[in-house]
């Protein structure tokens, strides 16, 4: 799936959601959640992940996001990770998710094409 096919849905809001510590099978699916809760009922259709407190991230993190995205996406809206630390990043690599997500190195640069400012 191409980066294009992925930006299907337009971003008119974001979110920044901050994860940190260690996602693992004791964490990961409150990060899911959390992620989940912050999209809202309706009308921001943007989330970006914020990767940048990450120590720790294992498959179960993985498993996670997944589920938060197939979710988002499935309810037309976006979702984005941002600020990878090297742990996660390298998840996301050897898995290939890139091809999934759109991994921004900066949360600002996530923004950038957001047209309304995002919330914290």
């Known amino acids: 799936m191409s980066g294009r096919e992925r930006e299907r849905f337009p971003c008119t809001e974001a979110v920044v959601v901050p994860i940190h510590g260690e996602i693992d099978i004791a964490t990961a699916d409150d990060m899911r959640d ?15 992940v914020d990767l940048s407190g ?7 993190g993985v498993r996670a996001l997944m589920g938060a995205y197939r979710r988002l996406t499935g309810e037309g809206r976006h979702m984005v990770l941002a600020e990878p ?9 050897a898995l290939q998710l890139h091809e999934v997500f759109d991994v921004y190195p ?14 914290r």
């Open 106 to 119: 900066l949360v600002e640069m996530a923004l950038a094409h957001i047209n309304r400012p995002a919330r």
């Open 34 to 48: 959390r992620i989940l809760r912050a999209a809202g009922p309706s009308g921001r259709s943007c989330m970006v």
């Open 85 to 93: 630390t090297s742990v996660p990043a390298r998840i996301l690599d």
């Open 54 to 60: 990450v120590v720790f991230f294992d498959a179960s």
